[in-house]
């Protein structure tokens, strides 16, 4: 078996996720590399939107930037951001948002603007950027992060973005369209929501990985899912791909 | 020549007020580096710099002290990390406390379409559920006078000037832009003065020629600078690459003050302008960056 790094993981794991033909908002970092693996892969119709405006991409290099150039060269459409935030995600288009950040908590709810206090933050962290917004009307959204007890505490010191809200799911309240946080991908496994409680479980564990090492990696005592799956590790494919084609200078996977 | 085509120093000189909102826009694309440089060689101070992505232009213009106030969306080095700049403004104050207002990226879009429009809001769905309305009492909540439903709303912005890079302008400044085109259009008909910056004059038959790639037409234009690498190290498609070796290079250049101050010293005070810049950057180095062709099918116009 390859040797692989925990990001790689991340990455290919996220990639079999997208199906052919799916409309995908893309981030920057990881959730960029995992879908345009899977566009090399078993996906080549996954329509990529960034929110730069650029629909239907082909990136033939990977984008440092959601802004990058080779995302508008060869692309179906590029629009202004009112289009793509008012037209394709406000209307409704969007199957799936990837979304990252600091800190989630057991709802799917995502910091990505502070640790500590909003006015003197530990550490102040770029803010919502379409985050909020895909969040709210994606109809559904994959995470991609690290795992820590400090990225997964039992609270967040801020909500950017909506997940599920809280144990009575709020976001129905709200009327958002989207259904809201669908899978969390980690460097130590995947969780999925319990569909009455709306509380991460964890579901999958990566190979080596135990459950005592994911429950020591995380701020609360998270459910698990009985027996949680052992994923398949990255083949040589999915690898060769990563480490030749899309991050050659491993600009993303660190 | 038409009376609007000047130079980025008197254009700068003329347009930009101490006080004054402030947009230079571009999502990643067309941000027009050159007018921020111009803006903190002539010291202007206590601006209301507005942009979705405050990107290395605001870290910079925060660092050379010109900024009171930053309104925002997403504050970072996309794909890199920290602003370093502007978080020594915003957390401690060096060399001069910057206050922040903040939104989502759907928030600022419609600003700026309120803005445009010339309506006092914009309602949108988005910002429930989320902690920002708490910090920002300018995010608020309505209820649809047709259906019942809850929205957000945001209120206009309409900034004293948009400094809007496009590819190429006539002498009216009829600017065309071509790639991604970020809130390019909004931000110029919110603004009370518009200053096009373009990589390259065109006579207006050229702009006659492909009208609908005129996202800014002249009449909302009061100044018109034309400067070849304007945007670097952002970019201009078709004209030149992203410099991305550089906005990763930028993290160790900001790290700490004394390396941005540097950088600030040897890059913008110490030139006269963009032509310098351009020379000293050095042919070869602007070669690496030169675009490929790859010229669009033309359509047929006629009728």
Known sequence: ?254 | MSGKVMTMARAVGEFVRDGDTVVIEGFTHLICFAAGHEIIRQRKRELVACRLTPDLIYDQLAAAGCVRKLVFSWAGNPGVGSLFGLRRAVEEGIPSKVEIEEYSHFGMVARFMAGASHLPFMHLKTFEGSDLPRKNKNIKFIRCPYTGKRFATVPALNPDVSIIQVQRADEEGNGQIWGLMGVQREAAFAAKKVVVVAEELVPGEVIRADPNRTLIPGLIVSAVVIEPFAAHPSYALGYYDRDNDFYVEWAKISKDRAGLEKYLEEWVYGLPGRKEYREKLGAEYLKKLEADNRPSGSVNYGY
């Open chain 1, 1 to 254: 078996m390859a040797d692989y790094t925990p990001s790689e993981m991340m990455v290919a794991r996220a990639a079999r996720e997208l199906n052919n033909g799916e409309v995908v908002f893309v981030g920057i970092g990881l959730p960029n590399v995992a879908c345009n693996l899977a566009r090399r892969l078993h996906a080549p119709g996954l329509v990529l939107i960034y929110e730069s405006g650029a629909v239907g991409c082909v990136p033939d290099r990977l984008p440092l930037s959601i802004g990058d150039p080779c995302l508008a060269t060869d692309s179906i459409s590029v629009c202004s951001m009112v289009e793509v935030f008012n037209y394709y995600l406000q209307g409704g288009l969007i199957d799936v948002g990837f979304l990252g950040g600091a800190q989630v908590d057991r709802f799917g709810n995502i910091n990505s603007t502070v640790i500590g206090d909003y006015a003197r933050p530990k550490v102040r962290l770029p803010g919502s950027g379409g985050a909020c917004e895909i969040a709210i009307h994606a109809k559904k959204i994959i995470m991609v992060l690290k795992q820590s007890p400090k990225s997964f505490p039992e609270k967040i010191d801020f909500i950017t973005s909506p997940g599920f809200i809280d144990e009575v799911n709020s976001r129905r309240n709200f009327g958002f369209p989207g259904k809201g946080p669908s899978l969390i991908i980690t460097d130590f496994g995947v969780y999925g929501f319990n569909k009455n409680t709306y509380e991460m479980i964890l579901q999958e564990i990566y190979p080596g990985v135990t459950v005592k090492d994911v429950k020591a990696n995380i701020g609360w005592n998270v459910k698990v899912g009985r027996p949680p799956k052992v994923t398949a590790p990255p083949t040589d494919e999915e690898l060769r791909i990563i480490r030749q084609d899309l991050d050659p200078h491993r600009i993303h996977l660190r």
